[in-house]
């Protein structure tokens, strides 16, 4: 067709190249495409992040997250298994207590929910998967913060970490192979590193949730979580515009001894993930939230985007951005679509 400028004919010096270069050779066939995918998904790559509640007879969906449950205790088990068998890379457990306090006493109670799921999920993979543990009070604090809180109701940033360093060591003492800070106190993985290591928990590694910004997209995460939180995370959590202070965030957490260091939410923050995957001396996670997650599965439940694309494409371009892992809900149906495939 003469308007294709592929079609078109070199016709003298000023058009030099033109049907000579032809990047679309490259993506003519399925497997020419295959050859030069310059970014690739591998089931080892995905962490599966899932929620035990305590006194559950049986897994609760979540209304939010259509085909994400809150777990039992034993669902949780059959769900790490089969998270195994797909050869994901991992687990990151969150828990759902009964009760909770000013402190969040459950966190680090070893018959707490979160402590009690992870010896079970350990118990039932081994090291097939490495687990993980959110190390946050939100979920176990009755007013819902991340930490506790001072007389007049701020939050308290390094009396919270002597309550992180506890939790770390009920963590670690269950079985946790990497514990997962999120709660943005600065100094945090300083004080952890410590404690593990006092404890003679050397190889428990330590994943920052070094640039975790203050985000609508955790909406979702409240309801899987039932949180309680009055107020918002701004004291804490990064403002959505700053791009150059994720540098720095990571930066001290390297410095203070993260293996891991994460970039939170991932959709709207690939520029971040992009900077910090220049810089960074350790793998960068990536979280692709509840929020992330309930747009695409209300989209696509509308009939309004394909699903499976729409899931393959959005992690594909969070390991493009530069996260050498991705938490997603997704990752063990995902795992099964990318072994259909090699098949
Ligand atoms: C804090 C924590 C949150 C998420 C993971 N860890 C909530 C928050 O910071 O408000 C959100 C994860 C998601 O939205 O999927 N414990």
């Not at 929910?113 to 176990?140: K, P, S, T």
Request: hydrophobic share 45%; proline share 5%.
């Amino acid at each position: 067709h003469p308007s294709d400028p592929s079609s078109a004919r070199p016709s003298g010096p000023a058009s030099e190249g033109v049907g000579r270069i032809r990047p679309r050779r490259l993506r003519s066939t399925p497997a020419m495409r295959r050859l030069v995918a310059q970014t690739r998904v591998h089931p080892a790559e995905l962490v599966l992040p899932v929620f035990v509640r305590e006194g559950l007879a049986e897994p609760r969906p979540i209304a939010s997250m259509p085909g994400v449950v809150q777990h039992t205790r034993d669902s949780l088990r059959r769900a790490a298994a089969e998270a195994a068998e797909a050869g994901l890379g991992g687990l990151m457990l969150f828990g759902v207590p009964l009760v909770r306090d000013a402190v969040g006493t459950q966190a680090t109670d070893p018959d707490g929910i979160l402590n009690r799921a992870i010896a079970d999920v350990v118990a039932e993979v081994g090291d097939a998967l490495v687990v993980q543990a959110d190390l946050c009070l939100d979920e176990f604090t009755d007013h819902g913060h991340c930490g506790v809180l001072t007389a007049t109701g701020a939050v308290d940033n390094d009396a919270t970490l002597v309550r992180y360093a506890e939790m770390a060591l009920a963590q670690a003492d269950a079985g946790a192979h990497l514990v997962g800070l999120s709660g943005m106190m600065d100094g945090q993985v300083g004080v952890v590193r410590d404690a593990l290591d006092e404890a003679g928990h050397l190889d428990v590694a330590v994943l920052a949730y070094a640039a975790k910004y203050a985000s609508a997209f955790y909406g979702p995460f409240r309801d899987a979580v039932e949180s309680t939180l009055e107020g918002d995370r701004r004291t804490y959590q990064m403002d959505p515009a700053n791009r150059r202070e994720a540098l720095r965030e990571v930066a001290i957490d390297i410095a203070e001894g993260a293996d891991v260091v994460m970039v939170k939410p991932a959709m709207s923050y690939l520029d971040v993930l992009a900077d910090v995957a220049a810089m960074s001396s350790v793998p960068i996670s990536a979280y692709q939230v509840s929020g992330e997650y309930a747009m695409i599965e209300a989209a696509a439940a509308a009939g309004w985007i394909d699903r499976r694309r729409a899931i393959e494409e959005s992690v594909v371009g969070i390991r493009r951005a530069g996260a050498d892992h991705v938490l997603t809900y997704w990752a063990t149906e995902l795992a099964g679509w990318l072994a259909e495939e090699k098949r």
